[in-house]
């Protein structure tokens, strides 16, 4: 099954690539979001010349040899364009072998207890309690992700003196029998984290997410050895080698790939294969409702280090407006807290024809 055309339909959120090969199969996948304009570019630019013509069983030469052919541009851009077309690949393969992605990579169909995440911080701790306690009574979840500190913030909170009152409040609201984490977004020097920490270690949180600076890993490992509380973070991260260091320096706790950022299923089962090798969970970034969640539904039912959880992002169109009608039917029903992966195969989803028909089309195919 050689590719035969490489194809995008994008807005500037959204990335959808059809890849169809020369005996009339095909597949779908994204890129990640935002920006995604740009990266539909680098796709066709540098990533569709050494994937045209090329087996389409061969995820390898696209995780491995592209970046090589493209050294000299190794970042997410490129990262994301590579998962762009190898998504489209895996499920190209599930829909030829009747398979869902999951089944594929050693894995069933079948639930995932899922964790409802806030992604916002110009919210007061009252409403965002309300909110939460509304989706635990209407959805069942029983595990929640809110907002600390702030993006970035070099120690100053979003307001004065919001994390130490957001913090409590969500634990007297949602009550001991719900889970909750905390992402910082990068916000804290280590030892402000650790003093934040302490604070969450006193409330019951499970999981501190990005305490400092994602790219200074050195204090990442000051913050996990100091507290008890599961540090993790990766989400950003895309290069193997920079995998490598973190897992094998111990500098999270849980390990949080995004299969869109770190160019696709491949890279995110060798990392999580590095992982589980060190005893380190996996529990995925997946922060909107695009195919990144499916993505990862997939993958949290095959790996033997999955984590207790998936990301679930809980922002309506107030907040992605641009996550709206992406699919014919949508594939993220949540009940009692859970989500389910379909036996259907490949994603098991269809992108909408009408925001098809919204978007701004490509393709490559081989020249002659």
């Known amino acids: 099954m050689d590719i035969a055309s490489i194809e995008t339909f994008t807005d500037r959120y959204v990335c959808f690539v059809r890849v169809r090969t020369a005996d009339g199969r095909e597949g779908w996948g994204q890129t990640a979001p935002y920006n995604a304009d740009i990266t539909a570019q680098v796709l066709h630019r540098q990533v569709a010349p050494f994937a045209l013509g090329r087996d389409a069983a061969d995820m390898d030469f696209l995780v491995d040899t592209v970046p090589e052919r493209e050294h000299k541009f190794p970042g997410s851009y490129l990262r994301r364009a590579i998962g762009g077309v190898e998504t489209a690949l895996w499920d190209l393969r599930g829909k030829a072998e009747g398979k869902p992605v999951c089944a594929l990579i050693g894995g069933t169909p079948g639930r995932l207890r899922a964790y409802a995440s806030s992604m916002k911080r110009d919210i007061t701790p009252a409403d965002e309690a309300t909110r939460l306690k509304r989706l635990r009574d209407d959805h069942g979840f029983d595990a929640f992700k809110f907002r600390i500190g702030a993006e970035c913030g070099h120690d100053i909170d979003e307001w004065p003196g919001r994390t130490e009152e957001i913090v409590p409040t969500m634990r007297r609201a949602l009550g001991d029998g719900v889970a909750l984490l905390v992402d910082a977004n990068s916000g804290f020097s280590p030892g402000r984290a650790i003093e934040v920490g302490r604070m969450l270690q006193d409330n019951g949180v499970s999981h501190f997410e990005e305490p400092c600076p994602y790219w ?29 260091r973190m897992i094998d320096g111990r500098v ?25 090798a060190a005893g380190i969970p996996c529990t995925p970034h997946s922060a909107n409702l695009s195919m990144v969640t499916i993505f990862t539904m997939h993958l949290l039912r095959a790996i033997p280090n999955a984590g207790k959880y998936l990301e679930f992002s809980i922002e309506g169109p107030d907040y992605y407006p641009w996550q709206e009608g992406l699919f014919v039917d949508s594939p993220y029903t949540v009940t009692d807290g859970h989500v389910t992966v379909t036996d259907r195969p490949g994603w098991g989803v269809e992108v909408s024809p009408d925001w098809l028909a919204r978007s701004t089309y490509q393709a490559s195919t081989p020249v002659g």
């Open 216 to 244: 200074e890993y050195e204090q990442t490992r000051q913050v996990a050895d100091a507290l008890d509380i599961d540090v993790t973070g990766g989400e950003q991260d895309c290069m193997p080698v920079d995998w490598r």
């Open 252 to 276: 999270v706790d849980i390990v949080q790939p995004d299969v869109c950022y770190i160019g696709g299923l491949t890279s995110t089962l060798r990392v999580a294969a590095l992982a589980a």
